[in-house]
């Protein structure tokens, strides 16, 4: 399965040169957070798949103004094609505004989905906006991660961590690609694509 995953800055790949052509191999998109609800829609209009999407710590309009045709998969597991899907949209606390959780929230809300981790026996993706602790984020506040991304990873052994917020345009010394322990982890910054591997073994049967 080709995965298309985005987040932070609208590609003018995909939006301003556009053709259906480009969509044509991509079997799922993900979106990190931080983009304009109109980019979304505009991806979901021409996509034969789902669009699943968590929230950036910017994307309050998403209230008013939700993505048409999108799917938001914070706080549960969704299951594309038997891929399991875990979302945790939302940056670290640095001011007041929405979709911003301290690590102790943060850690709440992944205490609350250990009965769907259960019964959905773990997850392949962990699907979320911001890195996670000391993994590929900044030391100060509004870029740091969650120490909590690292025990789900830890404990679970997803086959993918896919985050954004950390800006590969910002930073020319993080990586789009690198691994903790048994995870890849994957910064989708603007846009890249990876692939699932079609090992059954890994694929929940529900």
Known sequence: MNILAIADQESRYLWDDFSKEKLSEIDLILSCGDLSPLYLSFLATFFKGPVLYVHGNHDAVYEASP?????????????????????????????????????????????????????????????THAPAYHLNDEEHLPHQGFQGFLGLMERY????????????????????VCTYEHTTVINAYERTVFTFPSDTSKICKE
């Open 157 to 176: 052994a997803p086959s993918y961590f896919v985050h954004g917020h950390v800006h590969l345009s910002y930073n020319y010394r993080a990586p789009r």
């Open 67 to 127: 993505p048409y045709g999108c799917i938001c998969v914070e706080d549960r597991i969704y299951v594309h094609e038997g891929i399991r899907i875990l979302g945790l949209g939302g940056s670290m606390r640095y001011k007041e505004g929405p979709h911003q959780y301290t690590e102790r929230q943060m850690n709440a809300r992944i205490r609350r989905l250990w009965y769907s981790i259960k019964r959905h026996r773990g997850f392949d993706i962990l699907l």
